[in-house]
Each structure stands twice: as structure tokens, then as C-alpha cells.
């Protein structure tokens, strides 16, 4: 355990609920994923650490109820004409729980120790495009200063390497959530322990009980405190995903994180609209090998993906848990066009899809009279079974016969990254911060990390460097629409679900919209009777 539980007894005035039955309306009862495995932001890693740490602290920028960008301690910022230079003005009314103001000089230090080899940050990449982040991080920093500069207490430069049109909502990350530094020189890692952690975001720590709850109570120093309604949350750990559910229906919580995906339809039928499911940012697909024969033509490619009934997959074998997937990019992500591509037979019958694909497949010397056998790879689960057993299905049709590798996540991880001994492997990707580019770099060439599907094109990757350099966000988008429409006609890699967000949320919680991040800070949520 990173930290023990606070040992001191809380004040009665403090402790709003009761042990069992139906939750007070004036503390928020949050099931969360699981316990964090740190509540150092510079550390943390997953979703779990991010829902805590958005209502612990706020960055330069936050996310609003709708997964929009908004200010946070920073209330505006310009760019400078060659998209280097990020000025942010912070808020003169910013204060740390403490009463200390946040000031420009906390972030230099913040964005300087993510950076230090020995924090050992494990997304530390995700600030890379600041100048000399990278170089400093892997060590080979000497001499170098990060392009981090405190103008003022209440200014802040940032430089960048290069222009990074998506460099403000790389911000919303918990990694770029500020420190306050007198308390980390003072108690070193145990500056996240209760007592000791000095927030600004709208509520403080006061306790962590491991495998129980998490306390927090609203930052009366917060700048808008008073638009703060929720004056407690406790976050409850439930990695069983259905004991978060029977206590949601026993009203002791009042929204869950997750729902298990063989709950979901029985789930509905009892409680209505207080199941919600709604697109996340992440693609579940499969990467295609098209440096081996015959997966190197793309006819059979077309042929595999255009055959995939994914509104089956989606609701037979998903639950409704995932969404059909006719593109690359998930709906709905920032910086891009409005109208993205799609794979062009998305809105053709099932029968005419089948059809076509048995003619491609004709043309490429397969068919029932010449079989394809195929190896679809997986890492071990029930519903990446499931799902590979349909898809065989699907391919039979094709004259395709199907066998199948099953591995343990880290083993078939391993193999799409450093062996791609595969013909046809499972993936998914959560994107990290919302723009195309953190799903289209996935199949670059030189990305041989994450391109499962080999896919190498040097006009895909030319219009990605030309993305990369072009500052105008619409001009950026248009590009980076044709790299999408490029990779979707060649399909070495064949999206097929859209991850969802599923969760429970009392009719008493309001406040709570649905968005691609699944963010909800309960700063913005309120509660009644």
C-alpha cells in the first residue's frame, strides 16, 4: 500500500451517512473502479487515479461536464503566430487548501519534477512536446532547461519543441495538475498522504481507508467554492462490478463507474435511464498483418473487415456495451472535421456487404474451393472469445477457416510489439487526451510499437508530418480526414467496436452528462432528495 488510513477519528459533524441503508443526501457516495495505486499525479497511470485527482486539484485547463476544454487556474492564454510560445494569465484568486496562492512559479516546479528521471513518471510522454522534456526525461538532458518559464506569479510561459495544435488539451491530463511545492520538499512521496496533501482543486483529502473509501470534503479556499454544492464524497472501491450495482439498487451509492457487461440489459429493464452507456474514446479492432502473404493484398483485408456484422457484435456478444465501428477515429473527438470518414460500404445490407466481399475474395484466389486459413490471435477472455468465434462465422461464408492463439495479456502484447508472428490479432486503444492524431499515429511506420497491423505508406505518414506541422486546427483536421480515409481503404488494421462508458447514476444526482472522456468532476454535480 502506497499510504496507511489516516488514524484519527473523524468529527461527528464530518461523517453524514450511515452505515447501511439509503445514503444521505448531503454526502455523494462515488463507487470508483478500484483503490488508486497513488494519488501522486506524476505517478498515476489510470482512471481509476484520474477520477480522485480531478476533484483533488486543477490544472491550467479542466474539462466541463461535456468534455469541453475550459479555463481552471489559468482564465486565458495566446499563442504565439509560430505555435512555440503557450502564455497562460493564471487567476489572482487561486489558492492551494492551505491559503498559499498558486502561482506561476508552482507549475515550473510541478512540470520540472514529472520530468526528472527519478520520480519515474510513467506518463511523462504525454508532456513531451514542451521544449526539452523528452531529453531531460530519458536522461540525456544535461545542460538543457525545460521551456517552462514563471513571467510573473500569475504568468506562465510554455515552449514548445514544435507546433502541437492539441498541446492545450494534452493539459487536461493529470500529469499536468500542479504541486504545491513547499509541501513535497517537506514530506517527499508522503506528501499524498492525508494531513499532509495540500490541494486546490474543489475538495481536500481527509481520509483513505484502503478496500473501504476515500474521503473528501469541499475546499472552502477553493476560487469557486461557492458554486461548489457537494459538500462531501467518499469514493468506494468496487473492482466486482456487480456489488456496486446491488448497492446502487439498495440506494447506499449514488452513481457507479462501471457496469458488468452481462448485467447491462437486466440492469435496464429495472431501472430505466439510470443506466447510462455512451461512446468513450477508444477503438476495440483487429490488426491485419499485411507484411505477410496473402494479408498483404489489400482485397482480402476489404473482404474480412466488410463482413464483420458489427451491430451483432455490439449488441449479441457486447451486451450494448460497445457501438459499431465504421471508422478509426471514435465520433465526437475534438480538432476534427465534422463529418469524418467512414469505411465506404458502412451503410451497405449485410447481404450485399457478403456478397462483394466473396467477389474480392474470388479475385485474390480464395474462396470455398481454395480455403484462407486464418489465425486470429487474442489475450485471454471470455468476451475476446466470444467475439472470435462470431467473427469466424462471419469469414466462413469466404471459404476462411479459422484457428485460434490465445495468450496471456502480457505475453500477446509482447508479440505485437516486438514479434508480429500474427495473421489477424486483437487490440483495443483508449486514446489519452481527445484529438485524431492519438489514434492515426497508431499506424505509422516508423511507430512499430503500436502498428499491429504493419502498415507501412509513406503518403499516410507524409500527411501526418503535415499535420504536424500546420498550426490552423481546421487545415489540420482536413489533413489528417485524408490520412483517415487513406488507412480506411487499406485496412491493415479493421476497427470494429467503439468502446462505451457504462454507468449507474441516481435520479438524486444531477449534473451528470454523458461524454466521449467520461469525465465528471464533483464540482459540477449536485444532489438532492
Sequence with gaps: MLFQPLKKTLQAATIAVACAGAVSAEVYMRGNDSDPETLDQHKTSTVVEANLLRDLYEGLVIYNTRAEVIPGVATDWTISDDGLVYTFNLREDARWSNGDPVTAGDFVFSLNRIMEPATAAKYANILYPIKGAEAINKGEGEGIEMGVRAVDDTTLEITLEQPTPFFIELLTHQTALPLHPASVEEHGDAFVRPGNMVSNGAYTLVSFTPNDKIVMQKNEMFHDAENVAIEEVHFIPFEDRANCARRFEAGEVHSCSDIAAEQIGDLRDRLGDR?????????????????????????????????????????????????????????????????????DYADLPMLDREDRAIELMIEAGYGPDNPLDVEISYNTSENHERTANAIADMWAPLGVNVTYQVRDASAHYAMLRDDKIHDVARAGWIGDYSDPQNFLFLNRADNPGFNYGAYDNPEYDGLLDQAAATVDLEERAQILAEAEAMFLRDVPQIPILFYSSKSLVSDQLSGWDDNIQNVHPTRFLSLSN
Design 275 to 343: 443506466v447510462r452507456v455512451a461512446p468513450y474514446l477508444g477503438v476495440y479492432y483487429y490488426g491485419v498483418n499485411s507484411a505477410r502473404e496473402p494479408f498483404d493484398d489489400v482485397r482480402i483485408r476489404q473482404a474480412l473487415s466488410m463482413t464483420m456484422d458489427r451491430e451483432f457484435l455490439a449488441e449479441e456478444i457486447w451486451s450494448g456495451a460497445m457501438l459499431p465501428a465504421y471508422s478509426w477515429v471514435p465520433p465526437g473527438i475534438g480538432n476534427y472535421v465534422d463529418e469524418q470518414p467512414t469505411l
